[in-house]
Nanobody, 117 residues
Framework: VQLQASGGGLVQPGGSLRLSCAAS????????MGWYRQAPGKQRELVAD???????NYADSVKGRFTISRDNAKNTVHLQMNSLKPEDTAVYYC????????????WGQGTLVTVSS
């Protein structure tokens, strides 16, 4: 399984960015796709995830500003980020996980989001 993320970049505070991630390979149809981020000197944290049934989960820090969505047919997940703040600056990682007889957990390469004036 490979995850290819795109859409990061430099944006001013208050601006918007849209991250996309495409998963390829053999993925169990019942899965959760999500975005995590890691800021310098901090641990990786969950930003948002979404199950294949469309159930979403957001970190409190991004609720009301970020929206996660997915296309099951294309195995893609998107993160629309609005009202960006400097504290959103981080490397954002795409993730897909599912359970069969064990937990399968895959990561993308990361895309840098910088929020700065």
């Amino acid at each position: 399984v490979q995850l290819q993320a795109s859409g990061g970049g430099l944006v001013q505070p208050g601006g918007s960015l849209r991250l996309s991630c495409a998963a390829s390979g053999s993925i169990f149809s019942t899965n959760t796709m999500g975005w995590y981020r890691q800021a310098p000197g901090k641990q990786r944290e969950l930003v948002a995830d979404i199950t294949s049934f469309g159930i979403t989960n957001y970190a409190d820090s991004v609720k009301g500003r970020f929206t996660i969505s997915r296309d099951n047919a294309k195995n893609t997940v998107h993160l629309q980020m609005n009202s960006l703040k400097p504290e959103d600056t981080a490397v954002y990682y795409c993730n897909v996980r599912y359970i069969t007889y064990k937990l399968w957990n895959y990561w993308g390469q990361g895309t840098l989001v910088t929020v700065s004036s």
